[in-house]
Structure formats: structure tokens, C-alpha cells
């Protein structure tokens, strides 16, 4: 069973930055491509990054130039940093593999407000 574990979310004032943290037990990242999702109140689940195996990466238009996900072979990590963070970034945020081959984890919240 895999299982996925988001954190690293929390208030920030628009401009802030943030970096989140998806850690996992029953798999290794390094042998697959992982995402970013996200999840407003009242909106469906938006897909944000992808990292594959190569390390070439790809993002949403709305967080090209200021997310940058990335993986930690040696802690078995993925980050998302989040950098010039605006409040329409307000949302939870989910790791997973490309279209959800994992259970979901629980993510985590970040919220963009002064």
C-alpha cells in the first residue's frame, strides 16, 4: 500500500513563498514521473507540475516562472517551491503520480491572504 504524505502548507501574504513537502512509504519517487495537483473550495482538482524520471519538468501556465517542483533521490522527496505566491494560488495541495495512479494523501493547505 502507498501511501502519500503533503506538508509544508500554511498562511502567506501575496508575494510570499512557500515550499512544500509530499513524502512516501511503499514506493521510490526517482522510478516514476510525480505531479502536483491542487484543489480550490468549489473547484475541481487542477493539475500544477509534473517532474519525470529524466528531471525535465513541466507546469501549468499560471505557475510557469514561479513554481518550481523538484525531487530529493536520497530522502525519497518531491518539493514544490512556491515563490511570488497570489492569492488565486489559494488551495490544497496534492502530490501524486500523473492522472492519480496513487491513493490520494490527505494535502495540504496553502492559503494566499494579507
Known amino acids: 500500500q502507498v501511501h502519500l504524505v503533503e506538508s509544508g502548507g500554511g498562511l502567506v501574504q501575496p508575494g510570499g513563498s512557500l515550499t512544500l513537502s509530499c513524502a512516501a512509504s511503499g514506493t521510490i519517487f526517482s522510478f516514476y514521473a510525480m505531479d502536483w495537483y491542487r484543489q480550490a473550495p468549489g473547484k475541481q482538482r487542477e493539475w500544477v507540475a509534473r517532474?519525470?524520471?529524466?528531471?525535465?519538468?513541466n507546469y501549468t501556465d499560471s505557475a510557469k516562472g514561479r513554481f518550481t517542483i523538484s525531487r530529493d533521490i536520497a530522502k525519497n522527496m518531491v518539493y514544490l517551491q512556491m515563490n511570488s505566491l497570489k492569492p488565486e494560488d489559494t488551495a490544497v495541495y496534492y502530490c501524486n503520480r500523473p492522472w492519480g495512479s496513487f491513493p490520494w494523501g490527505q494535502g495540504t493547505q496553502v492559503t494566499v491572504s494579507s
Open positions: 517532474i519525470h524520471t529524466s528531471d525535465d519538468t
